[in-house]
């Protein structure tokens, strides 16, 4: 007996079929996807683990740098914590690689060393015993040795990025016996550390100036938000009515109102109504200028808005657009804390940024008072390693959100290095030593 299927019915298997396959191709293209999400954020993850360990590299280089030109117990101690800090980090990014059969082991010694010898050193000035000229070789190698570690990894970092193989697929590959640049890579890092010196023991200005209350603005007038975008429309050379409100304020410890308008964002605190930041998006494709005359451009910036006693410190170049921060001057004091940056655009020379934040959190009227020790005897307990080159006053901020007045030291060390040094007026501890580095383009410190 036949059976006969109608036109319909047949339709509505074909149609069910269909529909059946369709969500069958659905769910794979959903596994598939879930998939890659997956694979990239192992990807991620390993290129972020890269990146974490070759920055506490440089973080601990520059830290055993600065160890050689402490003399105070008081440093050493702060050093010798932020290396025990960093050197955890560092082991922490490199448990999330996948080479834990490598031979990395010592890599790994030295990461669990570091720290510990530089708590026993900081131990060892409070005793009241000098550091022999020994121990200062010693940090010298660790130094070179930190610091190649750290060269080596960002070598690494950017092979790894330029290749076409995935992270994972060479890991797996190093762990197979398989040879490439990232088994040649792992091998220096590890020779590296063929040279560092037998350990025998027992045993970074704060970016904080959002994290108080700033006087300057707690005790000024409120203004309404269409007071504000008047500030803000004259200072962009705009007109009130193209700047429009964004869809939120910043509150916080300095609340402020924002606008928008043509690429332009301005910000404007609502106590006093000061133009707390300017940012306009553009892409700077040539550079014309210098850095000297970037700063120059800055420098005339501030003095036609009416700011006044700024004083260039530090500027950095990067992607076209030159960054110089200024500090306030007070009486031949250097005030390290009530900081502007200007953003510099290298192909016309036009201000593309502006950040006031650490300026009017920070600026107050200071009684800064006569020192307790001279400029002499605090010169007098610097490093034998550095040598003085010039010297002034500044004011510096702490861990504590608190000020210190010191004497700033530029000195030059043994090895060419310009390092500053902070002493403090009152105690004659050192508070701080930063290392200058000087580039093409830039003058940053570490």
């Not at 655009?345 to 600026?363: K, Q, S, T, V």
Request: glycine letters at 6%; proline letters at 2%.
């Amino acid at each position: 007996m036949k059976t006969i299927i109608s036109r319909r019915t047949l339709v509505r298997i074909i149609s069910f079929s269909v529909a059946i396959i369709a969500v069958l191709a659905a769910a794979d293209i959903v596994y598939m996807c879930r998939l890659s999400r997956a694979e990239s954020s192992i990807e991620y993850g390993y290129q972020e683990a890269v990146e974490e360990l070759a920055q506490s590299a440089d973080k601990i280089s520059a830290t055993l740098t600065k160890g050689l030109y402490a003399s105070s117990p008081q440093m050493m101690q702060k050093l010798s914590s932020e290396l025990l800090s960093e050197a955890s980090n560092a082991k922490n990014a490199l448990t999330k690689l996948p080479v834990a059969t490598s031979n990395l082991e010592k890599t790994e010694k030295f990461l669990s060393q570091i720290g510990n010898y530089a708590y026993a050193m900081s131990a060892t000035t409070a005793d009241g015993t000098t550091p022999s000229y020994e121990d200062y070789q010693t940090m010298s190698t660790l130094c070179d040795n930190a610091e190649a570690f750290a060269d080596e990894l960002w070598s690494l970092k950017s092979k790894l990025l330029s290749n076409d193989k995935t992270i994972t697929e060479l890991f797996s590959e190093l762990e197979d016996g398989g040879g490439s640049f990232l088994a040649d890579g792992l091998s220096t890092v590890e020779e590296g550390f063929e040279n560092t010196p037998k350990l025998i023991y027992d045993g970074p200005f704060s970016d904080h100036i959002l994290e108080k209350t700033s006087v300057m603005l707690e005790n000024a007038e409120e203004i309404s938000e269409d007071e504000a975008k008047e500030i803000a429309a004259s200072y962009c050379g705009l007109e009130a009515y193209q700047m429009k409100t964004a869809e939120y304020s910043e509150e916080g410890t300095m609340p402020s109102y924002r606008f928008t308008a043509n690429g332009v964002t301005c910000s404007v605190t609502k106590n006093g109504g000061y133009v707390c930041y300017m940012l306009k998006r553009q892409a700077v494709k040539t550079s014309n200028l210098g850095a000297e005359e970037a700063v120059e451009a800055a420098q005339t910036y501030l003095e036609n808005l009416g700011i006044e006693d700024m004083t260039e410190t530090y500027y950095e170049t990067y992607n076209g657009v030159c960054t110089v921060n200024f500090a306030y001057s007070e009486d031949g004091v250097t005030c390290y804390t009530d900081l502007i940056k200007v953003a510099v655009a290298l192909d016309d020379g036009e201000i593309i940024g502006y950040d006031a934040r650490g300026f009017l959190m920070n600026h107050v009227e200071r009684e800064l008072g006569e020192p307790t020790l001279s400029e002499t005897e605090c010169q007098a307990n610097l490093s034998p390693m550095l040598t003085v080159t010039g010297s002034g006053m500044a004011v510096i901020p702490s861990d504590s959100v608190e000020e210190k007045l010191c004497y700033e030291y530029r000195c030059q060390s043994t090895d060419g290095k310009t390092v500053l040094v902070y002493v403090n007026t009152e105690t004659g501890e050192e508070e701080d030593i930063l290392i200058l580095l000087e580039t093409e383009g830039s003058v940053l410190t570490v």
